[in-house]
Each structure stands twice: as structure tokens, then as C-alpha cells.
């Protein structure tokens, strides 16, 4: 049971950046795939979220136009498209499997989480 983040660094404001979570096969095909993140001395907050069938997809509010989920079900990867970062973005960012919600209760399996750092 394995998710896998990578993609994660330094990259100044504005700027875009691509994240991939590679996960074990069972896990993937079963669940909605989500990111969630977390910055310094804040709650773990939700991103977005993708359905198992690809059907469906929802962001929070704070990056809906900048953000963008896919997911390749061929190759058991997730990925979160990141356009037009800024210094809030800043995060560990984390992928996760389970039921398609918003919250982080909702999914049983996690990423050991990749670190995001926007620079102003």
C-alpha cells in the first residue's frame, strides 16, 4: 500500500510547478484520488479531488482556475497541475486515496507528501 509524491521545489511567484503521485495498483483503480496540503503551523487543507471514473472533479476555492487534476489510470498516477503560484501556495502537499470528498477523513491511504515553496 503506497502513494508516492514527487515533483515538489522551489519556484518563484507566478510560476507553475507539476506534481505526480504514483500509487499501487489496487489503491488506485478502487479510489477517488485527491491533494490535500498543509502549511507550517496550519490544518491539512483540501485542494482537489478526482472520481475513480475521471468523470468528476472539484478544487477548493483558493485555487479553482489555477489548479488543475488528472489522473492516468494506465500508469496509476495522479497529478496536480499548479499555474499561477503565490507565496500562500507554500505547503507540503499531500496525495491521497479514498472516498470523493473534500475531507481529509474520507481517505484511508496518504503520501508521505512532497514540499511546495513559492518565493514573492
Known amino acids: 500500500v503506497q502513494l508516492v509524491e514527487s515533483g515538489g521545489g522551489l519556484v518563484q511567484a507566478g510560476g507553475s510547478l507539476s506534481l505526480s503521485c504514483a500509487a499501487s495498483g489496487s489503491i488506485f483503480r478502487l479510489n477517488a484520488m485527491a491533494w490535500f496540503r498543509q502549511a507550517p503551523g496550519k490544518e491539512r487543507e483540501f485542494v482537489a479531488a478526482?472520481?475513480?471514473?475521471?468523470?468528476?472533479?472539484f478544487y477548493a476555492g483558493s485555487v479553482k482556475g489555477r489548479f488543475t487534476i488528472s489522473r492516468d489510470n494506465a500508469k496509476n498516477t495522479v497529478y496536480l497541475q499548479m499555474n499561477s503560484l503565490k507565496p500562500e501556495d507554500t505547503a507540503v502537499y499531500y496525495c491521497?486515496?479514498?472516498?470523493?470528498?473534500?475531507?481529509?477523513?474520507?481517505?484511508?491511504?496518504w503520501g508521505q507528501g512532497t514540499l511546495v515553496t513559492v518565493s514573492s
Open positions: 491521497a486515496a479514498g472516498a470523493y470528498s473534500g475531507r481529509p477523513a474520507q481517505y484511508d491511504y
Open positions: 478526482i472520481s475513480g471514473s475521471i468523470i468528476s472533479t
